[in-house]
């Protein structure tokens, strides 16, 4: 079932600084660039669209531009200070997020990258998460919603290839050394300042009601209004009696199995009757006063990775593994260095990454239409070279694009 009504399918809104790729030098006369027209102009003599900017072979129209705008305003709608000087902030940046993209494209070309196995694997678990039974299905879902399904896999294909390209070219090559995450910790530890929580999984066992048999045998029919009907009602407490104790034994023998040395997230995600099943038991965070006291006694007593004896409930039998517990107070570094060091990551990777799409540009041919400024233009930019066979090639592309987005003119 879905979770909302416009689930996945909705294009996903433009990351600011977002990575993107780029190519090898190549030949001038090869790749030489037309200066650009203000209108691209189809074979026929039709106006087909408008070209903004060139990036070595591929073209960026101004529909993808002003599509690019509009993605960046319902993003900046999740804004609840000011959504409009955020929009104003960063809509500068729109036509240098373009650029980035095609970059980090053509980059991933050279690297032989194609994104189309994770690609597959990342459809797959959208079908899981959907609940969904085919990736067929997930396309009738997809068109339902009225989302060009090739257009949404290539967009999450691009994402897939920048990623990776920024991994290997950028990330890869950053370094973070032990004094650079003390420091961090030292100068943020009033940030870190946090509240006793515990993180909870469960195995939940619940009594199976009998069903009852879909043609019961007929009762037999009374031929004296004295004679009492069969006492059947009785049946029922007798019934969830054995359900109950049926549930019992098999939570003592799930606790037995994991004692033995079963993975408790297996066995939570193979028979517990919870909804955190499919989430191998995992529950969540809790602090002091949110859990039922007898339970918040029990597991606020306990250690990280301790699991609780079967314990009773209204929904039937539970058995609980506490899978962290952090004190109150600013946790020791080695309990919180991932994050530190996630970070320091990310706080390395922007400066590093727009020197090396600084770097991509430079070794890349971009003409610009007047009036378009790219904002991580480079002043060392090669200067393109007009020829008669790209203004053709730009045609050609510009054909192909219009048909695929906006349909056959």
């Given at each position: 079932?879905?979770?909302?009504?416009?689930?996945?399918?909705?294009?996903?809104?433009?990351?600011?600084?977002?990575?993107?790729?780029?190519?090898?030098?190549?030949?001038?006369?090869?790749?030489?660039?037309?200066?650009?027209?203000?209108?691209?102009?189809?074979q026929s003599g039709q106006v087909v669209e408008e070209v903004i900017t060139r990036v070595n072979n591929q073209i960026i129209t101004r529909s993808e531009f002003e599509r690019s705008k509009d993605q960046l305003k319902d993003e900046v709608k999740q804004d609840p200070k000011d959504p409009d000087k955020a929009y104003a902030d960063r809509e500068k940046d729109v036509l240098r997020d373009l650029i980035d993209q095609q970059l980090l494209l053509d980059k991933g070309k050279d690297l032989g990258i194609t994104g189309d196995t994770d690609l597959i694997k990342r459809l797959d678990q959208m079908r899981k998460d959907m609940k969904l039974e085919s990736l067929e299905d997930l396309e009738k879902e997809a068109t339902k919603q009225g989302v060009s399904w090739e257009d949404f896999k290539q967009n999450m294909r691009n994402q897939i290839i920048t990623q990776k390209v920024i991994g290997e070219e950028v990330g890869g090559h950053l370094a973070i050394s032990k004094e650079e995450e003390q420091k961090f910790y030292d100068d943020h530890?009033?940030?870190?300042?946090?509240?006793?929580?515990?993180?909870?999984?469960?195995?939940?066992?619940?009594?199976?009601?009998?069903?009852?048999?879909?043609?019961?045998?007929?009762?037999?029919?009374?031929?004296?209004p004295s004679t009492p009907a069969p006492a059947t009602p009785n049946a029922q407490p007798a019934d969830d009696e054995a359900a109950r104790q049926a549930a019992e034994a098999k939570a003592h023998d799930l606790l037995k199995q994991i004692h033995d040395g079963a993975s408790f997230e297996d066995i939570a995600k193979k028979y517990s009757d919870g909804p955190s099943a499919a989430d191998s038991g995992a529950l969540g965070m809790f602090k002091r006063g949110q859990l039922d006291k007898g339970i918040e006694d029990k597991t606020f007593a306990m250690k990280t990775g301790d699991v609780t004896d079967v314990i009773r409930t209204k929904q039937g039998y539970v058995i609980l593994k506490v899978v962290d517990h952090q004190m109150a107070g600013?946790?020791?570094?080695?309990?919180?260095?991932?994050?530190?060091?996630?970070?320091?990551?990310?706080?390395?990777?922007?400066?590093?990454?727009?020197?090396?799409?600084?770097?991509?540009?430079?070794?890349?041919?971009?003409?610009?239409?007047?009036?378009?400024?790219?904002?991580?233009?480079?002043?060392?930019?090669?200067?393109?070279?007009?020829?008669?066979?790209?203004?053709?090639?730009d045609a050609k592309k510009l054909g192909k694009k219009k048909h695929k987005k906006l349909g056959i003119l």
């Open positions: 079932m879905l979770k909302s009504a416009r689930p996945p399918f909705v294009r996903k809104p433009r990351k600011r600084g977002g990575p993107i790729n780029s190519m090898k030098k190549l030949s001038l006369v090869l790749i030489a660039l037309a200066c650009l027209p203000t209108l691209a102009v189809a530890k009033s940030e870190m300042e946090q509240p006793e929580y515990i993180r909870l999984s469960e195995i939940l066992v619940a009594p199976k009601a009998v069903v009852p048999s879909i043609t019961p045998a007929a009762a037999p029919v009374a031929t004296d600013i946790p020791p570094l080695k309990d919180i260095l991932p994050k530190i060091q996630d970070a320091l990551y990310y706080q390395k990777l922007q400066p590093a990454l727009r020197a090396y799409l600084t770097k991509l540009r430079e070794d890349a041919y971009i003409k610009y239409a007047d009036g378009y400024i790219d904002t991580g233009k480079s002043p060392n930019q090669t200067q393109p070279v007009e020829t008669a066979a790209a203004k053709e090639s």
